[in-house]
Nanobody, 118 residues
Framework: QVQLVESGGGLVQAGGSLRLSCRASGRIFRASAMGWYRQAPGKQRQLVAVIYSGGRTDYGDSVKGRFTISRDNAENTVYLQMNRLQPEDTAVYYC????????????WGQGTQVTVSS
């Protein structure tokens, strides 16, 4: 099981930036595609971005060109750089093993709240 600690959220004005961090424990991190997800009030959790073990990345359509996912395997950490934030980006952001999410066995951390004011 991967243990996850997300940080870096906060309140920011529209157009601003935030950098989220997620430190994962466990050897699974190194072999896993890692993803950032978000859940807004009253909505289902959605995939924001994923980075595969080889470095390839994929993004949700709403964040392409604004968000960048990266990983530091030496630190077991995955990052999400969020630029040009918009009010619709407001959500709790979570990271997780993408494979575990796809297979339905993921356990979620507490996430980090991102609030974008207009």
């Amino acid at each position: 099981q991967v243990q996850l600690v997300e940080s870096g959220g906060g309140l920011v004005q529209a157009g601003g930036s935030l950098r989220l961090s997620c430190r994962a424990s466990g050897r699974i991190f190194r072999a896993s595609a890692m993803g950032w997800y978000r859940q807004a009030p009253g909505k289902q959790r959605q995939l924001v971005a994923v980075i595969y073990s080889g470095g390839r990345t994929d993004y949700g359509d709403s964040v392409k060109g604004r968000f960048t996912i990266s990983r530091d395997n030496a630190e077991n950490t995955v990052y999400l750089q969020m630029n040009r934030l918009q009010p619709e980006d407001t959500a709790v952001y979570y990271c997780n093993s993408h494979n575990m999410v796809l297979t339905g066995v993921a356990a979620w951390g507490q996430g980090t709240q991102v609030t974008v004011s207009s």
